[in-house]
């Protein structure tokens, strides 16, 4: 029971983790909100993975985490600002397909197989992406200049790119420990970037609202979430925990719509059922082989 409740804690988060993004970017830039967020989360999971006894062995790996965390500083950077030219909502419909580009990527770069039930969801998903960032006018040619969508799309790939380049990694190391070095390399740009252009009045000046979604970044997004996740795959396994990832745009639509007053018209809807229902049609095999 403790291994669900962390879990759908994590997705919660994350989820709501668009929503408040999207509220601190009307008052910071996408290089401002990233240099706080990480300067101010590693300290704390850092302190999470000291906390639980979590030795930083990695046998020599660098090579790995050096690239994780290259990839990981493009990633966040992409989807901020992404984020900063779409919807929260929209955002969490556009991530949920993370688990198909990693198959597909999957496929191109460790050759592994891709079954009838990957590619059948595949096709789906895509309809379900460009009813998204279409609004339904295919007919027209107005939807392939929304940017933060095709930012957030974006940014999919280089998570699913993140996630096969560190899976090897997560499994000979201790997972918490894994991230919190590989958060050192975002941390640095962040660090660098806040003292070169960042306004730093603009953070004793935030009301109060941004502020509280701010804090909600740094401490719960970037820290407590990854280390409930950690334990909650620990204690129910991958498979059944990747599950719980198909509520992250639940979660961001549940509070998107009636705090940041988004709209959630029809084809909105019927993009983000398709995108769910192809991610499930992908995975289901995998679950159930894996249960």
């Given at each position: 029971m403790i291994a669900y409740i962390l879990l759908f804690?994590?997705?919660?988060?994350?989820?709501?983790?668009?929503?408040?993004?999207?509220?601190?970017?009307?008052?910071?830039?996408?290089?401002?909100?990233?240099?706080?967020?990480?300067?101010?989360?590693?300290?704390?999971?850092?302190?999470?993975?000291?906390?639980?006894?979590?030795?930083?062995?990695?046998?020599?790996?660098?090579?790995?985490?050096?690239?994780?965390?290259?990839?990981?500083?493009?990633?966040?950077?992409?989807?901020?600002?992404?984020?900063?030219?779409?919807?929260?909502?929209?955002?969490g419909w556009l991530v949920a397909v993370i688990p198909l580009i990693t198959a597909v990527l999957a496929f191109f770069i460790l050759r592994e197989k891709i079954s009838r039930n990957a590619i059948t969801g595949i096709v789906v998903?895509?309809?379900?992406?460009?009813?998204?960032?279409?609004?339904?006018?295919?007919?027209?040619?107005?939807?392939?200049?929304?940017?933060?969508?095709?930012?957030?799309?974006?940014?999919?790939h280089t998570w699913a790119l993140y996630t096969i380049v560190t899976r090897d990694l997560s499994r000979d190391c201790n997972p918490l420990a894994v991230t919190a070095v590989i958060l050192i390399g975002p941390t640095i740009v962040s660090a660098v970037s806040l003292i070169l252009f960042a306004d730093m009045s603009k953070f004793l000046n935030l009301p109060t609202d941004a502020f509280i979604a701010l804090l909600f970044l740094t401490i719960l997004g970037t820290a407590v979430?990854?280390?409930?996740?950690?334990?909650?795959?620990?204690?129910?396994?991958?498979?059944?925990?990747?599950?719980?990832?198909?509520?992250?745009?639940?979660?961001?639509?549940?509070?998107a719509v009636p705090y940041l007053g988004e709209s959630f018209g029809l084809f909105t809807a019927l993009g983000g059922i398709l995108v769910l229902f192809g991610v499930w049609i992908a995975q289901r095999k995998i679950v159930r082989d894996r249960s």
């Open positions: 804690l994590t997705v919660v988060i994350w989820g709501w983790s668009f929503v408040a993004t999207k509220l601190c970017l009307g008052y910071l830039t996408p290089l401002e909100l990233m240099g706080i967020r990480f300067v101010v989360g590693l300290p704390i999971m850092i302190a999470i993975v000291r906390a639980r006894n979590v030795k930083f062995e990695f046998n020599g790996r660098w090579r790995g985490l050096i690239l994780g965390s290259i990839i990981l500083t493009a990633h966040i950077l992409i989807q901020i600002t992404g984020i900063k030219y779409t919807s929260a909502t929209n955002t998903a895509t309809v379900g992406i460009f009813l998204l960032i279409s609004k339904g006018e295919l007919t027209g040619i107005g939807w392939l200049s929304s940017v933060g969508d095709w930012l957030v799309l974006i940014s999919a979430a990854h280390w409930f996740w950690q334990e909650g795959v620990a204690r129910i396994g991958a498979a059944r925990a990747a599950i719980f990832l198909y509520l992250i745009p639940l979660a961001t639509t549940g509070l």
